[in-house]
């Protein structure tokens, strides 16, 4: 299941966090928000998810089980 965890810190800055998706389907998901936010994209941290695939993410997880 894909998800999109926002952390809204004191200061006024916000964390955009996805959780459950691999590959540039991260990115799709957020764009949307971000656009909407209004706010320029100060760092982008890929998580390791990014540089895998459906098939990897699959296999990793059966693994775990």
Same mark, same amino acid.
Do not use: F, N, W
């Given at each position: 299941?894909?998800? #999109?965890? #926002?952390?809204? =810190?004191?200061? /006024? *800055?916000?964390?955009?966090? $996805? %959780? &459950?998706? $691999? /590959?540039?389907?991260?990115?799709? %998901?957020?764009?949307? %928000? @971000?656009?909407?936010? /209004?706010?320029? #994209? &100060?760092?982008?941290?890929?998580?390791?998810?990014? =540089?895998?695939? @459906? *098939?990897?993410? @699959?296999?990793? =997880?059966? $693994?775990?089980?």
């Amino acid at each position: 299941m894909k998800k #999109i965890k #926002i952390t809204l =810190h004191k200061d /006024g *800055t916000q964390k955009i966090e $996805v %959780l &459950g998706a $691999v /590959g540039e389907s991260c990115l799709e %998901l957020t764009r949307a %928000l @971000e656009q909407r936010m /209004g706010t320029s #994209i &100060g760092q982008r941290e890929l998580k390791p998810e990014y =540089h895998q695939t @459906e *098939t990897e993410q @699959e296999r990793d =997880h059966e $693994v775990e089980q």
